[in-house]
């Protein structure tokens, strides 16, 4: 081989869009903000979910045979172009501990759903600056189980929209409207004028969430473990409350504080 020949590439992964074609690496994608190019959504709860979100576009099945079966007696009706292949091909599409279960649908991010999309919202959680994607999805999942209508995430230091938050959600992220902004503190001054009261939950509140008078329109506003919310955006909320806990830990995790956190408002709010 001479010097200035290059070997060539070898074939990328399918599933993965490079150039124009299939093949090469993903492109880069901006943190927070939903991919430029198709993502691959996996396992059983997360293929079904966005074969049930009108708002999804589906581009592709990848599945075992076993596995369409399987979507098919639960009712999902596929609707995008099916291949079939075996469980190990599927290995190679995705990383090396996903659990895809014999299925991996290509499909286009969801739309970026902003502040206009919450004109008939009553609880909204919002995370300022939550970058773990498994805490992001967990909440996302907790935010459908407590019926909240939107997760409201900032644009930079949050997780994209990709494989692992959404098998972390388990199928939550095409449940529920996920927000980004690009300006927390200016997202609830927003909120405020359209009548929501904005609490954010710090562990030295000056009263327990429990104490904390509620509106009929609320946003509930927790921050990043390790720095919590920040200065700015619990200045703009007005209203700071804790969770007491009566154990000898006074914190918890940030995804567990969303849960304990949205049934306190839910039973405040009389939801």
């Given at each position: 081989m001479s010097d200035d020949k290059k070997p060539s590439r070898p074939?990328?992964?399918?599933g993965f869009r490079g150039n124009k074609k299939f093949g090469g690496k993903p492109a880069p994608r901006r943190p927070g903000l939903p991919p430029e190019g198709p993502v691959l959504l996996y396992g059983l709860h997360t293929v079904e979910a966005a074969f049930a979100n009108k708002d999804r576009k589906r581009l592709k099945l990848f599945a075992t045979d076993n596995a369409v079966r399987r979507l098919e007696e639960r009712g999902v009706k596929?609707?995008?172009p099916v291949e079939s292949m075996m469980p190990r091909a599927l290995d190679r599409m995705v990383t090396k501990d996903a659990v895809h279960q014999g299925m991996i649908l290509e499909a286009d991010p969801l739309p970026a759903y902003g502040a206009e999309h919450l004109k008939g919202a009553r609880l909204v959680l919002?995370?300022?600056?939550?970058?773990?994607?498994h805490n992001v999805g967990a909440i996302l999942r907790s935010a459908v189980a407590l019926d909240a209508d939107a997760v409201v995430t900032t644009e930079r230091h949050a997780p994209e929209e990709g494989s692992v938050l959404a098998k972390s959600a388990s199928g939550a992220l095409d449940m529920i409207k996920h927000v980004r902004v690009k300006n927390m503190a200016r997202f609830i001054a927003e909120m405020k004028d359209e009548g929501f009261s904005c609490i954010a939950l710090d562990s030295d509140g000056p009263a327990?969430?429990?104490?904390t008078p509620f509106s009929d329109r609320t946003v509930l506003v927790l921050g990043s473990e390790g720095?919590?919310?920040?200065?700015g955006v619990r200045e703009a909320c007005g209203l700071t409350a804790r969770l007491?806990?009566?154990g000898e830990i006074r914190s918890l995790n940030v995804s567990n504080a969303a849960v304990?956190?949205?049934?306190?408002?839910?039973?405040k709010m009389g939801l």
């Open positions: 074939a990328g992964k399918p596929i609707d995008v919002a995370l300022d600056q939550v970058t773990d994607p327990s969430l429990e104490q720095k919590g919310v920040r200065q007491d806990m009566p304990l956190s949205l049934y306190v408002a839910r039973m």
